[in-house]
């Protein structure tokens, strides 16, 4: 018996090659390419047969990428969710000096329902405890003061206590010095929205 037989033989018996039968209603891979010799298309008809079971094991394999990937995100995907859950963790008094909180800097309204929130710095850079910020009816801080926050120790001020905004208020903050105004009228309290990096709430 030649090489060639052989092989066949080897082939025709293997049982990966019976569990799989060859589609009738398809193309032998061989049939297509004749000029192969006959060893070369029995490989041909054993990848052809061994076809069905890789296309299976892609699925599984697909599948298990899948569960390793949500067993490792969903602990990252809970830690964001209760580093940002709403209202559930809004503290419902006042910011105030003997307290701290977290995030100085970062826009407070994302994850909390605040009416008027944000974060005091010194010149400096350093955040500002203790500094006040006012919301008034008039620019210049004259007229009604509508509301009064004091920063918290970590430099945040915030409150939930409703807010008229109407056609806009006017702020100030002060820290032990000077008060310093904003001219223009705001209609939101979400102070860190717009007091990004380059343009920080100071006060003096």
Not at 24 to 53: D, K, N, Q, V, Y
Request: net charge neutral.
């Amino acid at each position: 018996m030649n090489v060639e037989s052989r092989h066949l033989e080897r082939t025709l018996s293997d049982p990966m090659h019976k569990e799989f039968p060859r589609d009738a209603s398809r193309p032998s891979c061989a049939a297509s390419i004749e000029p192969l010799s006959h060893a070369s298309m029995c490989g041909l008809e054993r990848f052809h047969c061994f076809a069905p079971r890789v296309e299976v094991g892609w699925r599984c394999l697909r599948t298990l990428i899948r569960m390793r990937l949500l067993r490792i995100l969903s602990p990252a995907l809970l830690l964001a969710l209760a580093a940002c859950s709403g209202d559930g963790d809004t503290p419902s008094t006042p910011s105030d000096p003997v307290r701290t909180s977290h995030n100085a800097g970062r826009d407070c309204l994302q994850c909390h329902s605040f009416s008027l929130a944000g974060t005091v710095y010194r010149d400096d850079g350093g955040v500002y405890p203790g500094a006040v910020v006012r919301l008034t009816t008039r620019p210049g801080g004259g007229s009604d003061v509508v509301a009064s926050v004091t920063a918290d120790a970590s430099g945040n001020f915030y409150t939930s206590e409703p807010v008229s905004w109407g056609d806009g208020l006017y702020t100030d903050v002060q820290g032990i010095g000077a008060r310093r105004l904003m001219e223009a009228p705001v209609t939101g309290g979400d102070c860190n929205s717009c007091h990004a990096a380059q343009d920080r709430i100071r006060a003096d």
